[in-house]
C-alpha cells in the first residue's frame, strides 16, 4: 500500500520533445508496495513521464529521485538494476529467439564482457514461466503476435530483477484472460517490495489492481489518489471531457462505464 | 531454450577458420597456373625453398590472398555494424554511400596529393575519413529515427555523388589514361601493395577491436536506442565507437580494393540464416566468412577468364544484386510498414 518508503519521486518536473512542452510540473511520488495506475487521455504525457524516469529524456525543469538519489547519480547499469521498462511495444529488426531477448534483460548484472551464467538462464526461465510464455522460448519473436511480444516484454523486465517496473500499457494487446493474469502478476510482484508505475486505459481493471490512480491531463497531474478518490464523474470529464457513470461491483471495486453524448 | 554458450561460439568459429584455411590452399592453388595442393603446402610449410612453384605461391599469390581475406573482413564486419546500428537488414558500406565516400577520399589523394606532397600512404587515412565524413552525413541527413526508405535512398543519391565525385577528380588530374579509375568504381584486387596490405590489416584490428568487446550492446541496441538504454547500455558511446570502428573498415578495403560491393550485405545475412543474430558470434564469424568469401571470389575473378582477369567487384556485385532484392522483397512487409 502506499504506506512503505517513497522509492520513485517526480518533484515539479517538466519536460519536453524539441519545442513542444509535455510535462508541465508533475510532482508524483511511487511508494515501495505500492501499484500506482497513470491514467489520460492520449498524448498527456504518460510515456514521456516513463521516458524522464528511465533517464532517456531529460527534464527541463525539476527533479528526479530513485531510491532516495537523484537519478543523474546512477550509471546507466545501475538504473537499469533498479529500473525496467515494459514498453509499449518493440519492433525487433532481428530474428532472435524468444529466450535470448528474455535473456537480454540480464544484461544490466554482466560483466562488460562474456556470457551470461547458468544463473542467468534460471532467472529468465524464472521470468518466462512466470508470464506463462515458457513454450515460446525457442521461437524467433519476428513470428509472434502483438499479444505474445508483449508478454516477452514484460519477462525481459521480470529478468531484469527490478526494485521499480514501470509498464506502459502492458495488456493493450492482450485478452480478457491475458490481462487479469498480467494484473495479477503484477500484484504479486509488488508484494515483496518492488513497485509498480503502469499505464492504462483499463480504468476498470486499474481499480482492481492499482493501489493508487493518477490522472495526467495535458502534461499535468489533475488528480492522484485512491481509486474512489480519484474516478468520480467530474474528475473523470475534466480530464476525458466525457460522462461516466460509476457503479460499485458486488466486491466493492469500481466499473467505470462511459455514457455517449445525448442524441447518439 | 537454446542461448549461445561460450563453447558453441567456439566451435562456430573453429569450423569458420577451417573454411579460411581451405579457401587459403584453393586461393594460392588456383591461376594461371594451377598448382596442386601438394605444392602449395610444402610451399608454406618450407619458405626458404627456391622454385617456380614456391616463387608463385609465396610472392604472387600470397600476398593477394592476404589482402582478399582482410577486405573481406573488413566488408563484412562493417555490414554487420551499420546493420545493427541502424536497425536495417538492408543496410551495408556499399549500399550506403559510405564505401563511395571512402573511394572518393583514397581519389582525392592520388589525384590532388602528389601537388600537395601527399605519398600513397595517405590513400587509406583519407578513405577512412571519407568514410567517417559520409556516416556523419548519413546521421545528419537522415537522423537517428530514419525510415529503413530513407537511408536507402540516402545511400543511393551519395553513390551518385561519390561516382561522379570520383570521375571528376581523376579527369582533372588526369588519372582516367589507364583502367585505375574504372578499377575503383567496379573493385579489383589486382593492385597489391605491401604498404597498403599492413594499413588494411591495422584498420581490420583496430576495427575489431572495437567492436567485439561491444558486441553484447549490439544486440540491445537492435531492440532500439530507447530500449537499450533502459537496460544499461550508454548508447551514444557504442554508437560513436562503432561508427567509428565501421568507418575504419570501409576505409581500409576501399583504399585498397576500390568499390567492391554487397559482400556486408549477403556475408552478414548468410551468417543469421546459418548461426543466428547474436553479434558475440556474428562479428567475429563474419570477419571470417567475409574474408574467405572474398578470397573465393577473388580467385575464380583470377581464373575464370584465363590469362585475364574480372574485377572481383563485378563477381560480387554480380550474386550481391539478386541477394539484395530478395532480402528487399523479404523484409519489405516488416520494415517498410508504418
Known amino acids: 500500500m502506499s504506506g512503505g518508503p517513497v522509492v520513485l519521486a517526480f518533484q515539479s518536473v517538466s519536460a519536453a520533445a524539441g519545442s513542444r512542452e509535455i510535462l508541465r510540473g508533475v510532482t508524483l511520488s511511487l511508494h515501495a508496495g505500492e501499484v500506482l495506475t497513470l491514467a489520460g487521455p492520449n498524448g498527456a504525457g504518460k510515456t514521456t513521464l516513463f521516458r524522464v524516469a528511465s533517464r532517456v529524456l531529460r527534464p527541463s525543469a525539476g527533479s528526479v529521485s530513485l531510491l532516495g538519489r537523484p537519478l543523474d547519480a546512477f550509471s546507466r547499469r545501475e538504473l537499469a538494476r533498479v529500473l525496467a521498462v515494459v514498453p509499449q511495444d518493440a519492433s525487433i529488426a532481428f530474428p532472435f529467439r524468444v529466450g535470448e531477448v528474455v535473456l537480454m534483460g540480464r544484461s544490466p548484472h554482466l560483466g562488460p564482457l562474456g556470457f551470461e551464467t547458468p544463473a542467468d538462464l534460471v532467472r529468465a526461465r524464472e521470468a518466462m514461466a512466470r508470464v506463462g510464455i515458457e513454450a515460446l522460448a525457442d521461437r524467433s519473436v519476428l513470428e509472434l503476435s502483438g499479444g505474445e511480444r508483449q508478454l516477452v516484454l514484460l519477462a525481459r523486465a521480470l529478468a531484469q530483477d527490478p526494485r521499480v517496473l514501470l509498464l506502459d500499457e502492458p495488456t493493450a494487446h492482450l485478452d480478457l484472460r491475458h490481462r487479469v493474469s498480467v494484473a495479477a502478476l503484477v500484484r504479486e510482484l509488488v508484494r515483496d517490495g518492488r513497485s509498480a508505475l503502469v499505464v492504462s486505459h483499463d480504468l476498470g481493471l486499474a481499480a482492481r489492481s492499482g493501489d493508487r490512480i493518477a490522472l495526467l491531463r495535458r502534461g499535468e497531474l489533475h488528480a492522484v489518489g485512491t481509486p474512489r478518490e480519484v474516478l468520480t464523474p467530474a474528475h473523470l470529464r475534466a480530464t476525458f471531457e466525457v460522462e461516466t457513470e460509476i457503479l460499485t461491483a458486488a466486491d466493492g471495486a469500481l466499473h467505470v462505464v462511459p455514457k455517449l453524448p445525448s442524441g447518439c | ?338
Do not use: Y
Open chain 2, 1 to 338: 531454450m537454446k542461448v549461445l554458450t561460450a563453447r558453441h561460439a567456439a566451435g562456430v568459429l573453429a569450423v569458420l577458420a577451417l573454411a579460411v584455411a581451405a579457401s587459403v590452399i584453393v586461393g594460392l592453388a588456383a591461376g594461371p597456373s594451377s598448382l596442386s595442393v601438394r605444392e602449395v603446402v610444402s610451399a608454406l610449410l618450407a619458405p626458404e625453398t627456391q622454385g617456380a612453384a614456391a616463387d608463385i605461391v609465396l610472392r604472387v599469390r600470397l600476398p593477394r590472398v592476404v589482402l582478399s581475406l582482410l577486405v573481406g573482413a573488413s566488408l563484412a564486419v562493417a555490414g554487420v555494424l551499420f546493420q545493427a546500428l541502424l536497425r536495417n537488414p538492408l543496410a551495408d558500406p556499399f549500399v550506403l554511400g559510405v564505401s563511395g565516400g571512402a573511394a572518393l577520399g583514397g581519389i582525392a589523394v592520388l589525384s590532388l596529393g602528389p601537388a600537395v606532397g601527399l605519398s600513397h600512404a595517405a590513400v587509406a587515412p583519407a578513405a577512412f575519413a571519407g568514410a567517417l565524413a559520409t556516416t556523419l552525413l548519413l546521421g545528419l541527413v537522415s537522423g537517428s529515427r530514419a525510415s529503413p526508405t530513407s537511408l536507402l535512398l540516402t545511400g543511393v543519391v551519395f553513390n551518385a555523388f561519390a561516382s561522379a565525385g570520383i570521375v571528376f577528380l581523376a579527369s582533372f588530374a588526369g588519372l582516367n589514361e589507364g583502367a585505375g579509375v574504372f578499377l575503383w568504381l567496379i573493385g579489383s584486387l589486382s593492385n597489391v601493395r605491401a604498404d597498403v596490405t599492413g594499413w588494411v590489416a591495422l584498420f581490420l584490428f583496430a576495427g575489431l577491436a572495437c567492436a567485439l568487446p561491444l558486441a553484447r550492446n549490439l544486440n540491445l541496441m537492435t531492440l532500439g536506442e530507447e530500449t537499450a538504454q533502459q537496460l544499461g547500455v550508454d548508447v551514444v558511446r557504442v554508437q560513436r565507437v562503432l561508427l567509428v570502428a565501421a568507418s575504419l573498415m570501409v576505409g581500409a578495403a576501399v583504399s585498397v580494393a576500390g568499390l567492391v560491393g554487397f559482400v556486408g550485405l549477403i556475408i552478414p545475412h548468410l551468417l543469421r540464416l546459418l548461426i543466428g543474430p547474436d553479434h558475440r558470434l556474428l562479428v567475429p564469424s563474419a570477419a571470417l566468412a567475409g574474408g574467405a568469401f572474398l578470397l573465393l571470389c577473388d580467385t575464380a575473378a583470377r581464373s575464370l577468364l584465363g590469362g585475364r582477369e574480372l574485377p572481383v567487384g563485378a563477381l560480387t556485385s554480380l550474386a550481391g544484386g539478386p541477394v539484395f532484392l530478395w532480402l528487399l522483397r523479404r523484409h519489405q512487409q516488416r520494415i517498410f510498414a508504418p
